[in-house]
């Protein structure tokens, strides 16, 4: 028996959240505070309901996907009653305070809860490989596996509510970084213009198989900064910083402006300055937090 959802809100991305639920047989009741966006949903199988608390009342698990957290209190408030013995997955965007706080109003509506984030967009949803993150008990998580993994993957972070919250501003930085370090990348590599620079195309091709190199730096740091101890071993600190300023002298050369190499070598000068010149990578993070040593 496939789990009865419903979905209150019908942006694109809750378009593709009851897509992705009907494409796996899940019997799908919808509803949208804006009529006619349900059109093509119901060709495909949906149940449309005139108002939020008729469309609640249909299925035991419903999937709120509202511009923000202001919206979804506004919804879910006047729901206090049908939302008794239910599950709620909060798939909005919102702050952490912002998770607890709507958590806190499920709770006292007598209802599961579970908050979670969606780390793709519409098109990839319903895809293997896209990743949501969720907060909430464990066994909540547990019971409706099956259903939140018509989404994507499924990966709880904690019992914690605000966690995905959390998570999704620091995989935020992470991205955007990456992807500024990318076009700084394609940039530098293509500099010497047509004929002597490299095409866009072929520079990822080559960083998409080294980025398991990446990778691997990642999990032999992570250790070092949970453990507060940074050993250097084969590539100190000292090494580090030889190889910026070669960066930021290359980048200068071909007029590429980014800022990035200047941030990446005044960062580990600061620390090299400090007396870590034989730390790991990883003692940087003591001084990107706030507070830390200058």
């Given at each position: 028996?496939?789990?009865?959802?419903?979905?209150?809100?019908?942006?694109?991305?809750?378009?593709?959240?009851?897509?992705?639920?009907?494409?796996?047989?899940?019997?799908?009741?919808?509803?949208?505070?804006?009529?006619?966006?349900?059109?093509?949903?119901?060709?495909?199988?949906?149940?449309?309901?005139?108002?939020?608390?008729?469309?609640?009342?249909?299925?035991?698990?419903?999937?709120?996907?509202?511009?923000?957290?202001?919206?979804?209190?506004?919804?879910?408030?006047?729901?206090?009653?049908?939302?008794?013995?239910?599950?709620?997955?909060?798939?909005?965007?919102?702050?952490p305070v912002q998770a607890r706080e709507?958590?806190?109003?499920?709770?006292?509506?007598?209802?599961?809860?579970?908050?979670?984030?969606?780390?793709?967009?519409?098109?990839?949803?319903?895809?293997?490989?896209?990743?949501?993150?969720?907060?909430?008990?464990?066994?909540?998580?547990?019971?409706?596996?099956?259903?939140?993994?018509?989404?994507?993957?499924?990966?709880?972070?904690?019992?914690?509510?605000?966690?995905?919250?959390?998570?999704?501003?620091?995989?935020?930085?992470?991205?955007?970084?990456?992807?500024?370090?990318?076009?700084?990348?394609?940039?530098?590599?293509?500099?010497?213009?047509?004929?002597?620079?490299?095409?866009?195309?072929?520079?990822?091709?080559?960083?998409?198989?080294?980025?398991?190199?990446?990778?691997?730096?990642?999990?032999?740091?992570?250790?070092?900064?949970?453990?507060?101890?940074?050993?250097?071993?084969?590539?100190?600190l000292d090494l580090h910083l030889r190889?910026?300023?070669?960066?930021?002298?290359?980048?200068?050369?071909?007029?590429?402006?980014?800022?990035?190499?200047?941030?990446?070598?005044?960062?580990?000068?600061?620390?090299?300055?400090?007396?870590?010149?034989?730390?790991?990578?990883?003692?940087?993070?003591?001084?990107?937090?706030?507070?830390?040593?200058?």
């Open positions: 028996m496939r789990t009865k959802v419903t979905v209150l809100g019908l942006g694109p991305m809750g378009v593709a959240l009851a897509g992705a639920f009907l494409t796996t047989g899940h019997p799908t009741t919808v509803w949208n505070r804006t009529p006619g966006r349900a059109i093509d949903l119901v060709e495909d199988g949906a149940r449309e309901e005139p108002t939020a608390a008729a469309a609640v009342m249909t299925s035991p698990v419903v999937v709120v996907c509202l511009a923000s957290y202001d919206a979804v209190e506004e919804v879910v408030n006047p729901l206090v009653p049908q939302l008794r013995g239910r599950t709620v997955v909060n798939l909005s965007s919102g702050s709507v958590a806190a109003l499920v709770d006292r509506a007598g209802a599961a809860y579970l908050d979670g984030v969606i780390l793709t967009t519409p098109p990839g949803i319903g895809r293997a490989e896209s990743l949501l993150l969720y907060g909430g008990p464990p066994e909540v998580f547990d019971e409706h596996h099956e259903l939140l993994a018509a989404l994507g993957e499924p990966l709880r972070v904690g019992a914690d509510p605000a966690l995905p919250s959390v998570y999704d501003t620091a995989l935020l930085s992470q991205m955007w970084g990456t992807l500024t370090g990318w076009l700084h990348a394609v940039a530098l590599i293509g500099a010497d213009g047509p004929g002597g620079g490299v095409s866009a195309q072929a520079y990822t091709r080559v960083a998409d198989r080294w980025m398991g190199s990446v990778r691997a730096f990642m999990n032999a740091y992570a250790p070092h900064i949970d453990a507060k101890s940074y050993p250097g071993e084969d590539f100190t190889t910026m300023e070669v960066l930021t002298h290359a980048s200068e050369l071909r007029g590429v402006r980014s800022g990035l190499p200047e941030v990446f070598e005044g960062l580990a000068r600061r620390a090299v300055e400090a007396g870590h010149g034989d730390d790991s990578y990883a003692r940087l993070v003591e001084f990107i937090r706030a507070g830390s040593p200058v």
